[in-house]
């Protein structure tokens, strides 16, 4: 595939991704239920802190996806030699695009319980249904795909460090939701935990 068509269809990609997973289930679980998912904390605490690490990574993808189709190449963002093989771009095509179908599909099971963030004062349902019956955290998981199949597509430092980022904002993430579901579901969440891989 031609450099220019990659990049522009890799704009359209993230612009895909992040309407896909965050604007349309947050607006459709305000219209269906009138309730507002987007309950990430704007404090001091460690949950207010990823999500502004999470909110700053978004953009920061949008940002170099953009400068990608504004004309710069991908060897200003330190490219890697190494892993710039047209088997490893394909490869990063098709976990994007099953990444994609996979998150879309375990934020539909999730119906109403659906949120980006937790609040400490609500008891949420337990889904442990359809994907979460393989993985405790299949929306996680997908994104960790996602980033990763971003970075085998445009392999450079800058991916390299999304990825990296990501990886470890969402392990504290996932051991926070951890924490709180035990703290408000208690033996309910533990049994589920305990017959349930965080990944898979």
């Not at 009138?34 to 990574?57: E, Q, T, Y």
């Not at 085998?152 to 926070?176: D, W, Y």
């Not at 035990?182 to 589920?192: E, F, M, N, R, V």
Request: some cysteine.
């Amino acid at each position: 595939m031609r450099r220019d068509a990659m990049k522009a269809l890799l704009l359209v990609y993230v612009l895909a991704f992040l309407l896909v997973t965050f604007v349309w289930p947050t607006w459709r679980l305000w219209r269906l239920h009138g309730i507002n998912g987007l309950v990430l904390p704007r404090d001091d605490s460690a949950h207010g802190l990823i999500g502004m690490w999470f909110k700053g990574l978004m953009a920061g993808t949008l940002v170099f996806a953009i400068l990608l189709v504004s004309g710069l190449s991908p060897a200003h963002f330190g490219p890697l030699p190494w892993a710039m093989q047209d088997v490893v771009q394909k490869a990063g095509c098709v976990l994007l695009l099953l990444s994609l179908g996979w998150i879309t599909r375990a934020q539909y099971q999730m119906g109403r319980s659906w949120r980006i963030g937790f609040k400490d004062d609500e008891i949420p349902d337990l889904v442990s249904s359809g994907l979460f019956a393989r993985s405790r955290n299949p929306i996680f998981l997908g994104m960790r795909v996602t980033l990763f199949g971003l970075f085998l597509v445009i392999p450079c430092a800058v991916t390299l460090a999304i990825f990296a980022l990501s990886e470890a904002l969402i392990a504290i993430q996932v051991r926070l939701e951890e924490a709180h579901l035990s703290k408000s579901l208690g033996d309910k969440y533990l049994a589920y935990a305990a017959v349930t891989p965080r990944w898979l």
